[in-house]
């Protein structure tokens, strides 16, 4: 296959650009240093762009590879065709290549191979020719043999159907037929297996919907109600269309004695071998779809997620709630050094209360705490009410947030967290984690398995490699856009980089604890294992504020230093000020100048001109500071607070497939349906919420024996 051309038409690119990103990809190069580094090769697609290529080029390679071992397994069946073979050549997807296989593949004892064996073959293939005057039923009295079972001419009739409802079955254009008619015409059918038992999955207990109209979330969620017991699912077809097709397929209208055969043999086929096997497929493919999209929008999610903006600047208390085994506290200065640590019961006896306040307030007062940040976990809301009220005491202003404290324990609990803070509790470093993942979410979050952040849907549901995979390439993705400062990152965040493995992440900081922090990206070259191909990948997603060179404090790669210097100079910078790095007025010297003429001058594309342009005039640029601030709390609600009609303000936390939940200050989240967004139609709440945008709302309805806020954001 020549997969430049079908690639370029896949994703509307130009043929050209296509074969540079596969021959990039195939040279070793990462997919962050592809997107950032080469765009004149492909036209400036994102790194998420490129990783979609990436996937589709795999599966192209794939599919090829198990033509040629298809090929290879009829032909040494001696049963290669040079129609086979064009058919195999024409197919576009791996199903088409099995149905072809299909009939060639080795088979477990069935009906037909019985049949077969009992030598009623030849019967069989008389019938089908169909031919005119021939009596099937005299000539079946020539198959019976009472040693080889077939006592009779009927038994010889029914051995014969066996092997052309086989047969039938075995056909890769039927198939095809059947399939597409089952995908438009076919109803995804779900009922109760227990009419009397109550569960979630009530909505579901007598429910149907089109096949190709079903949506994602509705296909997983059935999927679960099934694999918990509460349903039954099926596809429901009506089976005059798809048996029209096989009789079609098969009777001639020679001979009516031959076609009465073959139409009992094909709906044979098709109950019982057919349509089962078809719906097995189209269920797989469904829940493969509902999975990639739900992948899709946990993806988008964990984004929005790991580039919130940092808390600069602060120095925050994290409490991570509990009920018996009290609060753990732990208090972080601005680069997440641990000061202080503590355990409070803020649930407690009411003595226990005021001690705990005088706790809090003691080390609010002790460290200048700016935050507290808490986990949303059991006893959040208590332990959150009792902060807000603390607050109200302390010597200086103290907001507080509440943050997703998903895989807090899983990190405190893991070799990394041992590492880092050996001298404490394990139930202390969750508190550590909740702290810092407010002041930096993507330097934290990178130390927990993407999945386990829990901001998607169906998760535990989803194929896990196929997830972990997607969500990987999403945080690195992430940390490359944002850069690693080297001599601060830890191991789980430098492992993120373009170009790094574990073995030259431990390097690197063996490196700095033996020879203190690095000066210069040059010196990344000293480091033991790390090459010329692993630097030039990493090198311009890591920076040095160490660094005497000002370049290195920004995402102008190594390679292109020199070309930087030239700018400075053509764009009449003095060495004073380039010593300075105050080059805030260059995007206005370019423009002066002409970038056209000044990227023909420096031999560069456009597009590498803008990005040296853009990094110069805002060195140490960090692109989460364009997005929405986290929304700080003073005070808290309570459920029974709510009323109808009510407006307030909340943070996204969660997008899914049927809306958004979101935090207004009580302890449970609102759910804004899809309908409820906004005035025009959307297909997905994705096209207009993102993970941590900060939106007005109102109160539709609140259920407080159920615990649910229904929220509007329309009229609001």
């Known amino acids: 296959m020549e997969y430049s051309v079908t690639l370029s038409q896949l994703f509307n690119i130009k043929e050209e650009y296509a074969q540079n990103i596969i021959t990039l990809l195939d040279e070793g190069n990462t997919i962050p240093f592809i997107a950032r580094y080469r765009k004149e090769m492909h036209g400036s697609m994102d790194d998420q762009l490129i990783r979609a290529f990436s996937e589709k080029l795999d599966y192209l390679r794939g599919l090829d590879k198990r033509r040629e071992e298809i090929r290879e397994l009829i032909k040494g069946q001696e049963k290669l065709t040079d129609e086979i073979s064009l058919s195999l050549d024409k197919a576009q997807t791996l199903s088409e290549l099995e149905d072809i296989y299909r009939p060639f593949r080795p088979k477990r004892k069935t ?29 079946a009295e020539q198959f019976v043999d009472a040693e080889k079972e077939v006592p009779t001419a ?51 207990y007598d429910y149907s919907e089109s096949v190709r109209k079903i949506a994602g979330h509705r296909i997983l969620a059935v999927n679960r109600g099934e694999k918990e017991g509460f ?36 709906e044979d086929a098709y109950t019982r ?9 189209i269920r797989a493919e469904l829940t493969e779809n509902a999975s990639e999209n739900a992948m899709k929008v946990f993806a988008t999610n964990l984004k929005q997620l790991l580039m919130q903006p940092p808390v600069k600047g602060k120095t925050v208390l994290g409490l991570d709630p509990g009920y018996r085994t009290g609060c753990k506290v732990a208090v972080v200065d601005d680069t997440g050094k641990v000061l202080d640590t503590a355990v409070i019961y803020p649930t407690h006896s009411e003595q226990k209360v005021a001690q705990s306040k005088r706790k809090l307030l003691e080390l609010i007062k002790k460290h200048h705490v700016d935050i507290i940040s808490i986990g949303n976990g059991t006893a959040s809301k208590e332990t959150e009410m009792f902060a807000a009220d603390a607050i109200k005491e ?36 969750s508190a550590v984690s909740i702290a810092r993942r407010l002041q930096d979410p993507l330097a934290e979050l990178v130390k927990i398995e993407p999945k386990a952040i829990g901001v998607g849907q169906y998760q535990h549901d989803m194929p896990q490699k196929r997830l972990s995979e997607t969500l990987d390439g999403v945080v690195e993705d992430c ?4 850069g690693a400062d080297l001599n601060t990152a830890s191991p789980a965040l430098l492992l993120r980089v373009s170009g790094l493995n574990a073995t030259v992440c431990k390097n690197i900081v063996a490196y700095r604890e033996e020879n203190g922090a690095f000066n210069s990206r040059a010196e990344l070259k ?87 342009v853009k990094e110069l005039s805002k060195p140490g640029r960090d692109p989460r500071d364009e997005m929405p601030k986290p929304m700080l709390r003073s005070d808290v609600l309570d459920i029974n607070d709510l009323k109808e009609g009510m407006e307030l303000t909340g943070t996204v936390r969660n997008v899914i497939d049927f809306g958004a ?56």
């Open 526 to 612: 000293k480091v033991p294992k790390l090459g010329p191909k692993a630097f030039e990948q990493c090198a311009g997603f890591l920076r040095v504020p160490e660094s005497r060179n000002p370049l290195d404090h920004t995402g102008v790669h190594p390679e292109s230093y020199a070309t930087a210097k030239e700018l400075l100079k053509l764009a009449d910078y003095t060495e004073k000020e380039i010593k300075a790095s105050k080059f805030s007025d260059l995007p206005a010297r370019v423009k002066q100048l002409g970038t056209k003429s000044l990227s023909e001058k420096l031999g560069i594309g456009l597009p590498t001109l803008n990005d040296i």
């Open 479 to 482: 940390v490359n856009s944002v």
């Open 154 to 204: 009927q038994d010889a009739i029914s051995g014969a159907m066996d092997i052309i409802a086989e047969s039938i079955s075995d056909n890769a254009e039927i198939r095809k037929k059947l399939r597409a008619i089952m995908h438009i015409s076919g109803l995804l059918k779900s009922v109760a297996a227990d009419a009397q038992q109550d569960s979630v999955y009530t909505n579901y």
């Open 661 to 716: 939940f979101i935090d207004i200050g009580v302890h449970q989240d609102g759910l804004v349906h899809i309908s409820q967004i906004c005035d025009r139609f959307i297909k997905h709440p994705s096209e207009v919420l993102k993970v941590g945008d900060i939106v007005k709302v109102k109160i539709l309805s609140v259920d407080v024996k159920k615990n649910r806020i229904s929220l509007t954001m329309r009229g609001v």
């Open 111 to 139: 009906r037909a191979s019985i049949a077969k064996e009992r030598g009623l073959e030849p019967l069989a293939l008389e019938i089908m020719k169909q031919e005119k005057g021939f009596d099937p039923m005299k000539s």
């Open 273 to 281: 071998l057919i349509f089962p096997s078809i719906e097995r497929e």
């Open 394 to 429: 302390a010597d200086h202003t103290v907001y507080y947030m509440v943050v997703s404290e998903a895989g807090a324990s899983v990190y405190s609990a893991s070799k990394l967290a041992a590492t880092e803070l050996p001298e404490l509790d394990l139930t202390l470093r």
């Open 231 to 266: 349903l039954k699912v099926s596809i429901v077809l009506d089976p005059e269309q798809p048996l029209n097709v096989i009789n079609r397929a098969l009777d001639r209208g020679t001979n009516p004695l031959c076609s009465d055969i073959l139409r009992a043999a094909g």
